[in-house]
């Protein structure tokens, strides 16, 4: 009865591959969300979904691909693999989203080595 | 956009004394104030929150203040304990597509 769930939990790649994570939520939320915690712990919004629509861009690189199956499902996609992408990533999803505030609540990351 | 700042950077605490972190915001527009506190490799998760319609909230050993008019608010734990260690993390935001992070405040209880 995992509420958010990420898969997988460790990735370690070689520059210039693409890799994907999966993210899924079952609390019947509607908005999901990417974050990026650099090496220092600092958490960065990268992209925020709602009913699968993208409300967010955080001028994240457009190798960055995310995609939203269904509104349980916010994925991923990372292209040319770079040094500097290496970082945990947390997913996250919210009840509603817009001009209402939810509490946001974490999926337990996966982090990201870059070779 | 809002931006953030959480002060200090570290903290070193006695078990058993209080610990306060505190935060400024920028957007006057923000009115919703969580915090989450992080264990060594885990996710955030949510500890207190606060909107702005009030000044203060308590749960058991937390309780968070907010000042609107100096755009500030605080987290003070008492009584800390070493389950207390982790990263703490304020945050705001007017609507919940774009919460803004403060730098996280590492917590290290003494025993």
Partial sequence: ?115 | GENVEQHPSTLSVQEGDSAVIKCTYSDSASNYFPWYKQELGKRPQLIIDIRSNVGEKKDQRIAVTLNKTAKHFSLHITETQPEDSAVYFCAATYNDYKLSFGAGTTVTVRA
Wanted: glycine share 6%; hydrophobic share 30%; net charge neutral.
């Fill in chain 1, 1 to 115: 009865d995992t509420a958010v769930s990420q898969t997988p939990k460790y990735l370690v790649t070689q520059m210039g591959n693409d890799k994907s994570i999966k993210c899924e939520q079952n609390l019947g939320h509607d908005t999901m969300y990417w974050y990026k915690q650099d090496s220092k712990k600092f958490l960065k919004i990268m992209f925020s979904y709602n009913n699968k629509e993208l409300i967010i861009n955080e001028t994240v690189p457009n190798r960055f691909s995310p995609k939203s199956p269904d509104k349980a499902h916010l994925n991923l996609h990372i292209n040319s693999l770079e040094l500097g992408d290496s970082a945990v990533y947390f997913c996250a999803s919210s009840q509603s989203g817009g001009m209402s505030t939810d509490t946001q609540y974490f999926g337990p990351g996966t982090r990201l080595t870059v070779l």
